[in-house]
């Protein structure tokens, strides 16, 4: 199927603050331990850990925490252990970064898929030789502060590829946060693989950096509708006439919904060697695009109907290094202080607490913030409550 084809639904409520519910922590007595040295046979306690994430994932039940221990887990994982609402399940690098899952399978593969409803994927590192990093095919999921990276998507086929994908369309409510997302594909090889691709209904995308991707850095598709796409860092992805920053619209199966209610804010768009903003296919007219910044995109944006931007602005958001991919702001950005607090994250990319001084950032790095010490995905329940 396309990458179309893996996606579902747009858009998601309002990123809200409020205090961390009991029901995000980790519940006594169900931490569970994986390490490459460990064993299958073992009880999965730190002294005796497991082996594979994936057999964790069939010894665990709701609220359990998984702690994956820095290492190399090669071969393809499934998950299908399901959490609850008040006892999410969480799989957990203990080391962010240092947990490296790599698929050595080429063609339509995935180096991680889940199926589990309420669960949560933290701190991961992800590669592999396949078409898609972390695919999710469930419902109240959230994908957090990984790197998924360096997957060829080759040969180019109407199934596509991506990143990090929400791709079923029966699913609701998942959401992206904080991930490093970059050289999935090559730009202008392959108009069906994108790095950051939802096709659910509901859903954040935030804080999240996606660059140097074939085609579209983020695209909702299928049955995307009332998504929060806030904070994120866009940054060299696609080429004309297929690709671009971020574009959002509804098309394909499962057929008969409109991309609507959708809110895109706070985003740097810069660089891309496409469209900057696009709305395609089918469209709602309440979509929101405020606050964001755009910069040497081969296009500007492509709106439909009686949509227009607000306070957005056209300026270099001078990063550090986007050619080594550092993309924190440098003192005097444009970004710094000129975000909107509606639909703002309360932290950014590292856990920094948002706003630092008068107004929210544009972007995912808050300038002057300070990072949080790992792990710090609990902070994401004031932003996404459940």
């Known amino acids: 199927m396309s990458l179309a084809s893996l996606l579902t639904i747009c858009c998601s409520k309002a990123i809200e603050p409020g205090p961390i519910p009991e029901s995000s922590l980790s519940v006594a007595g169900t931490h569970f331990h994986v390490s490459s040295k460990g064993s299958d046979s073992g009880p999965g306690s730190p002294e005796h ?33 399901s959490g609850t609402p008040e006892k ?11 947990a490296h899952v790599i698929s050595p399978d080429g063609g339509e593969t995935s180096a991680w898929q889940n199926f589990g ?23 109240f ?48 090889q392959c ?11 509901r859903g954040h995308i935030a804080n999240n950096i996606s660059f140097r991707n074939a085609t579209w850095g983020i695209q909702l598709w299928h049955a995307a509708t009332d998504v929060v796409i ?7 992805n696609g ?42 296919g089918r469209v709602g007219d309440n979509n929101t695009y405020q606050n ?42 444009a970004a710094i202080d000129h975000g909107t607090s509606a639909q703002a994250t309360q932290i950014d990319i590292e856990g920094g607490r948002r706003p630092v001084g008068p107004a929210y950032d544009i972007g995912a790095y808050e300038f002057g913030a300070t990072a949080a010490a790992w792990p710090y995905y609990t902070l994401y329940s004031i932003l996404t409550p459940r």
């Open 49 to 81: 850990p497991w082996k594979s994430i994936q057999y964790a994932s069939a010894n665990i039940g709701p609220g359990a925490v998984v702690h994956v221990a820095p290492g190399e887990y090669v071969g393809q994982i499934v998950t299908r252990a």
């Open 88 to 98: 999410r399940i969480v799989y957990l690098s203990d080391t962010k970064w240092g």
């Open 117 to 139: 409803d309420y669960v949560d994927i933290v701190g991961f590192d992800v590669t592999g030789n396949g078409s898609v990093g972390i695919f999710n095919k469930a419902s």
């Open 141 to 188: 999921t959230r994908v957090i502060s990984n790197h998924v990276h360096n997957i060829p998507a080759s040969p180019c086929t109407p199934n596509g590829g991506g990143g990090i994908v929400n791709g079923n369309y029966s699913a609701t409510d998942a959401d992206i946060l904080g991930n490093v997302v970059h050289d999935i594909g090559v730009p202008g």
């Open 191 to 201: 108009r069906f693989v994108q790095g950051i691709y939802h096709s659910v209904p």
């Open 230 to 236: 806030t904070n994120n860092t866009v940054v060299g």
């Open 239 to 280: 080429t004309k006439p297929d690709g671009g920053g971020i574009t959002i619209g509804a098309g394909d199966k499962p057929g008969g919904v409109s991309t609507n209610n959708c809110v895109v804010t706070n985003n740097i768009i810069a660089l891309n060697g496409g469209v900057a903003l696009r709305e395609h």
């Open 292 to 333: 964001n910044l755009v910069f040497n995109n081969a296009e500007g944006f492509k709106l439909q109907g009686p949509h227009k931007v607000v306070a957005d602005l056209e300026a270099d958001p001078q990063f550090v290094s986007a050619a080594t991919g550092d993309f924190h702001l440098r003192t005097g950005s």
